[in-house]
Nanobody
Framework: VQLQASGGGLVQPGDSLTLSCQGS???????VGWFRQAPGKEREFVAG????????DYADSVKGRSAVSRDNVKHMIHLLMNNLKPEDTAVYYC??????????????????WGPGTLVTVSS
């Protein structure tokens, strides 16, 4: 299973950004999560959703200003982040969990990972 995140870049505080994750036919039936890792910090959960998109979960740090969605026809998963803050600066990863029915916040539960995309929030 291959996953490829894209959409990162340099943005200013307060801007919005949409990250995309290209999956495959197999990931259509998997939970997909977004994680991030800032320099010197551990990887942390950001958001996730079930294969149907019905169940979603967000970290407190992004809740209310982020939205995760998926297009199972195109095998794409998107993460919209609004009102970006400098503390959102990190490498963002998408990952797929083939066993769970609802998104887990634990990185260890995810079986497949793609290379990350860097988001830098700075004025």
């Amino acid at each position: 299973v291959q996953l490829q995140a894209s959409g990162g870049g340099l943005v200013q505080p307060g801007d919005s950004l949409t990250l995309s994750c290209q999956g495959s036919v197999r990931t259509t039936n998997y939970v997909v999560g977004w994680f991030r890792q800032a320099p010197g910090k551990e990887r942390e959960f950001v958001a996730g959703l079930s294969w149907s998109g019905v169940y979603t979960d967000y970290a407190d740090s992004v809740k209310g200003r982020s939205a995760v969605s998926r297009d199972n026809v195109k095998h794409m998963i998107h993460l919209l982040m609004n009102n970006l803050k400098p503390e959102d600066t990190a490498v963002y990863y998408c990952a797929a969990d083939r066993n769970s029915r609802t998104p887990s916040r634990q990185a260890k539960d995810y079986d497949f990972w793609g290379p990350g995309t860097l988001v830098t929030v700075s004025s």
